[in-house]
């Protein structure tokens, strides 16, 4: 990574701060502000003239925009290639944006290059052969931005780095707690796991700890003790044991184990509302509980099963008409009896016609057919007729049991989760992704979706096929944890997203847009949902990856966007030389990930006193922000001392000196000189946590020491 410091000795507009976005739609946008956010100067091609600005101070933000083909190089030379640090490649055609890679190496062989594009055997090849080359598909960085949004609120996010999986964990701590009342918050980081933000619940009133680097890492007072109702965000290292229950549910609920194994057929559901109607109906008469809101209740039920309401209306009519029918003959002929009249309707029915008034024999023998009234005959050959076509209405139920029976045998997919799962609506490139890594997570889940799917695509999943909002009925959605929203169109996600949320008012409610502004608006009016805009979370990978950074993963913190970002540390880079406990907090990152070279192993969760060098391996969590700062070298001031007051003997003071050269920094013999000298105060300025972490080594020690602000 180059040194941003050196920008400031070359003039405006060289190759270290100049960069072209080809292409630009919501993502291209999103590009170019995120790149003026850094203090890049940011020229754009584009074929023609975007229709609308999604956000409308861009085109002041842009130095020139040409109107042209930026595969030519004729455009591209005009764009100034040769004095371009990097190329963003961003239009909605991955042909062009390849094309157009491959003309820009050949005119600048040191320009980076970031590509869009989801071929991924291809995106390796030509990263091996172009060198300075990185390509990402938007739909699948802003995936696990969904697919962790469906989580439990304690669950922020997850990522895994040398084959071991982390978790960003939210926690709420509660009476009684292992932590409660007994831990100092220093004390949440360990070899596993590394505090994030703590939040008491009734927060001091003085100014926060670093002003200029505002909701950041490590805004939080290592000296305080967890109380009843803080809230604490930690990202942890978790055993393979873990992730079952840990990701997937709360230890305590296995409901849905039970729900998966006993998923009860149709006949089953139909026996089950039959039961539930006739229960229902012994309340008749009770208060709320008429007859029509019974009927009513019990039809609405069967919504979603609209062959079966046909056979029920038919049922119910073949009933009618063969009470009618005892009537009618009972009093055409009183002189048969009850039974004859009770039979009579039911073989008409069953197609017997022919039998009634052929060779059957009744006790009292009714008129033969000639000598009945015409309408009576005809009421006896409608009685025939609908007999007959409730026949067919029942082999088509059975026809239609069988070829669900089959096609669920062939397709071999779970049945829809009972309780605790979660809802995705829309199985496009995103729901795709969503899909994949809440099945890597154990997550009970269903999807619904308007297009057909192949019975390869997500095989185990169940999914449900037809109108949107009519599938919501058949998801289970009343018991859902989560219900995510992301088809391809924004008022359409809206509209699902507000009509589950009056189905469900207690599940996280997951909504994707392509507008920014379209978001802020709905998130204004709808907190409780969570918007997520694809473009502007892409966006922030787009440009870290144009300054050099590789970008393994992203998660949401505290309403911003934190990006796992992996540094290869080389000589003149800003990171070079530095403790990790300076790079954490000067530049508000949180090391999560260190390995010395490449032939030693890498170590999560590393120490503090750690110093980089090159040739070393360092992974961060960091937002734009704080790459920014790295990029330009601003680290925020030290406003911190130590004072030692003694030591006890002299065996402290040869511990206390090695104390002070580890955490501060500082060279091994001014801290023996210190040592020798106390009381004395350490002159080298530090950071707050770590002057507060010196104070705690020292007094470990048997140094007397206390920590002072500036």
């Known amino acids: ?180 009342d007994r831990w100092w918050v220093h004390g949440l980081n360990s070899r596993s796991r590394r505090l994030l933000s703590h939040t008491p619940l009734d927060p001091p009133s003085d100014s926060p700890l670093n002003p200029l680097h505002p909701e950041q890492f490590h805004q939080w007072n290592s000296e305080a003790v967890l109380k009843h109702g803080d809230t604490v965000v930690y990202v942890e290292v978790m055993n393979s044991l873990d992730m079952g229950d840990m990701l997937a549910r709360p230890t305590h609920d296995r409901s849905n184990d039970h729900d998966l194994r006993t998923k009860p057929s149709r006949w089953q559901k139909s026996v089950a509302r039959i039961s539930q109607l006739w229960i229902q109906l012994g309340h008749w008469g009770k208060p709320g509980k008429t007859l029509a809101q019974i009927l009513r209740q019990f039809w609405r039920s069967t919504e979603q099963y609209q062959t079966q309401r046909v056979a029920i209306v038919c049922g119910i009519t073949l009933v009618f008409m063969w009470l009618l029918g005892i009537l009618l003959y009972r009093m055409s002929y009183p002189t048969i ?143 859902a944890k989560s219900i995510v929203v992301v088809t391809g169109d924004d008022i359409q996600n809206l509209e699902l997203g507000l009509m589950a949320h009056t189905i469900n008012p207690n599940s996280r409610l997951v909504i994707r847009t392509y507008d920014q502004h379209f978001s802020n608006s709905v998130t204004r009016l709808f907190p409780y949902a969570q918007v997520l805009c694809g473009s502007a979370l892409s966006a922030e990978v787009f440009v870290a990856a144009a300054f050099g950074e590789n970008i393994i993963s992203l998660f949401h913190f505290n309403q911003k966007t934190v990006l796992v970002t992996e540094y290869s540390i080389e000589a003149g880079d800003t990171l070079n030389g530095k403790l990790l406990s300076e790079i954490a907090y000067g530049y508000s990152v949180v090391p999560v990930l260190y390995q010395r070279n490449s032939q030693e192993l890498p170590e999560l969760m590393p120490s503090e006193d750690i110093r980089l060098y090159g040739g070393a391996r360092l992974i961060v969590l960091a937002t734009s922000q704080s790459l920014q700062w790295i990029e330009r070298g601003e680290l925020a001031p030290r406003q911190w001392q130590v004072r030692i007051e003694q030591a006890l003997n002299s065996h402290a003071v040869i511990e206390g000196a090695n104390k002070i050269a580890l955490v501060s920094g500082c060279n091994i013999g001014a801290a023996k000189k210190l040592m020798v000298n106390l009381p004395a105060t350490l002159e080298l300025p530090l950071y707050e946590h770590q002057a507060q972490r010196l104070v705690r080594k020292l007094n470990e020690s048997n140094v007397a020491a206390l920590a002072l602000r500036l």
């Not at 999103?30 to 890049?40: F, I, P, S």
């Not at 099945?439 to 057909?452: D, G, N, R």
Request: with cysteine; glycine share 8%; aromatic share 8%.
């Open 337 to 479: 009896g009850l039974a004859e009249a009770f039979y009579a309707p039911i073989i008409l029915l069953l197609g017997g016609y022919g039998d009634l008034f052929g060779s059957v024999d009744f006790a009292n023998q009714p008129a033969p057919a000639a000598e009945m009234p015409g309408w009576l005959r005809l009421f006896s050959l409608t009685l025939t007729l609908a007999g007959t076509a409730f026949v067919g209405v029942l082999y088509a139920l059975l026809t239609e049991a069988l070829l669900t029976s089959r096609f669920m045998f062939f397709s071999n997919r779970d049945p829809v989760p009972h309780s605790n799962h979660v809802v995705l609506v829309g199985l496009g490139r995103v729901g795709q992704g969503v899909a994949t890594l809440l099945q890597e997570l154990k997550q009970p889940l269903v999807a619904i979706t308007i297009q057909a799917i192949d019975s390869s695509t997500l095989p185990r999943m169940p999914i449900i096929m037809g109108d949107l909002p009519h599938l919501l009925a058949k998801v289970n959605l009343e018991t």
């Open 1 to 180: 990574m180059p040194s941003p410091s050196k920008s400031l000795d070359l003039p405006y507009g060289s190759q270290l701060d100049r960069f072209l976005v080809c292409g630009l739609g919501s993502l291209g946008q999103h590009c170019v502000a995120e790149l003026k956010e850094y203090g890049a100067i940011v020229s754009a091609i584009v074929e023609a003239p975007p229709k609308s600005w999604e956000i409308p101070e861009l085109p002041q933000l842009l130095e020139e925009v040409l109107i042209g083909d930026c595969r030519l190089e004729t455009v591209l030379k005009q764009a100034r290639i040769h004095d371009c640090r990097t190329i963003l490649l961003v239009t909605g055609n991955e042909r062009v944006n390849t094309e157009a890679a491959l003309a820009a190496r050949s005119l600048n062989p040191k320009v980076r290059l970031i590509v869009r594009s989801d071929k991924q055997n291809l995106n390796q090849l030509l990263g091996q052969s172009l060198g300075n080359f990185a390509a990402f598909e938007p739909t699948q960085l802003s995936a696990s931005a969904f697919a962790l949004s469906a989580l439990s609120v304690e669950t922020l996010g997850y990522f895994k780095l040398e084959k071991r999986l982390l978790r960003v964990v939210k926690y709420q701590v509660e009476q009684g707690d292992r932590w409660c």
